[in-house]
């Protein structure tokens, strides 16, 4: 059986509107921990972590897309694992799945820097003598 390309877009653009959440969570997050809302920021988080079960859940269904058969995970693999600097779509569909991939990573290389940043400032919040 052939690998749906078209199933795995969906799950893509599931998996980026989730990841576009989870930036939009965040930066209320950082507006929350300059107010020191304590209350607030669990209950963000919470949020943050039920964005990051969907993302986990987009990608547990893409992969099982290419159960179907060893060329269908062998394409699926070439896909969604391959290095996006060199990746080219032959066709329309693989195009666009490696355009959502590439928005979406950068995306959550921001959110990286943003979870850092955070990071650091709860923790200095946290500190003795920090304020």
Known sequence: MELDLM????????KWNSVRELDRLTCELEEIVERD???SA?????????????IEQ???DIWQL??????ASEKLRQLIASDLD?????TPEEKKIFEIRQK??????????????LNRRMAGNNRPGSR
Do not use: F, N
């Open 86 to 90: 060199k990746a080219e779509g032959t």
């Open 66 to 71: 290419g159960e179907v058969s060893r060329e």
């Open 7 to 14: 199933k795995v877009m969906i799950l893509l653009q599931r």
């Open 58 to 60: 987009c990608m547990e």
């Open 104 to 117: 979406t990573q950068v995306l959550l290389d921001k959110l990286k820097k943003k979870d850092q940043e």
């Open 42 to 54: 669990v209950m963000i988080l919470q949020l943050r972590d039920d964005e990051m079960l969907k």
């Open 37 to 39: 809302d304590g209350i």
